[in-house]
């Protein structure tokens, strides 16, 4: 299994518009930082996570060129808002593209893209939308998608939840502020852990900051611990620097082998 950082940063990206800081304003390319997103690739498919706004610039940096199904961590338009890109892969399948979406937020998502889903959701003559094929999911349910089985975990998001999963090897927390104490059992000695992380210090109601992250990451006795989700508060470097062993930052266009 291969794990593609396509985006790692914060609701806002980095460079923040207008910000002079030193991540803002910092020659290092692991400083630029576009919205979540993830491809998590085995033997010939690739599972898609979120589609936020910078998805077609990620997907052509990568050189993806297909994608078999997509998984939505929760409706947060950093995460979703990049949903129109998809209509490149449902029209090369000439046929629907499955889509894996919490059912609590199934409504919101059918009538935020109405155009997509509406009861007269149709491409204008000469034009395309996205074929996508809604699949809702429970907590804890065990989902198969492109050629993956994953186990889904609901994580309290502030006054939301957010969804990962564990997947072979590999865990998956995004935009969580906690781990539940009943789903540590499903991440426990995972050889890698991908989790949210905004900053060093000051708590943050919906997200873990990098302290809590690192404590998440010790709790379930992960091997190698990525951060992602990071805000421009300090640049890359410095975040690496501050680590203990066995946990780093993500960065776009990041690649790993499980
Ligand atoms: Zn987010
Ligand atoms: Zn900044
Ligand atoms: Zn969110």
Redesign the pocket.
């Known amino acids: 299994m291969r794990v593609r950082f396509l985006g790692t940063g914060t609701s806002f990206g980095?460079?923040?518009i207008g910000?002079?800081?030193a991540?803002?304003s910092s020659d290092d390319p692991r400083d630029r930082r576009t919205r979540h997103a993830l491809l998590i690739e085995s033997d010939d498919e690739a599972l898609l996570v979120d589609t936020p706004p910078e998805l077609r610039l990620q997907l052509v940096d990568a050189g993806v060129g297909s994608v078999d199904a997509v998984f939505l961590s929760h409706e947060h338009a950093d995460h979703t808002h990049g949903i129109d890109d998809l209509r490149v892969f449902s029209a090369r399948r000439g046929e629907p593209l499955p889509l894996h979406i919490a059912r609590e937020f199934e409504a919101e998502v059918r009538s935020r893209f109405d155009y997509i889903w509406g009861d007269d959701a149709r491409a204008q003559p000469g034009s395309t939308i996205p074929q996508l094929d809604l699949r809702p999911f429970e907590d804890r349910d065990v989902i198969r998608a492109a050629g993956l089985e994953l186990r889904v975990i609901a994580y309290p998001h502030g006054t939301y939840r957010s969804y990962g999963f564990r997947v072979g090897g590999l865990g998956v927390v995004i935009d969580g502020k906690s781990i539940p104490e009943d789903a540590m059992p499903m991440l426990e000695g995972v050889e890698v852990l991908i989790i949210n992380a905004l900053w060093f210090g000051d708590p943050h109601p919906g997200h873990f900051s990098i302290e809590e992250a690192v404590e998440a990451s010790r709790a379930v006795g992960a091997e190698r611990t990525y951060l992602t989700h990071i805000t421009?508060r300090s640049t890359h470097a410095e975040i690496e620097r501050r680590l203990p062993p066995g946990v780093e930052p993500a960065f776009d266009g990041q690649v790993i082998e499980l």
């Open positions: 980095v460079p923040v910000c002079p800081c991540a803002c421009h």
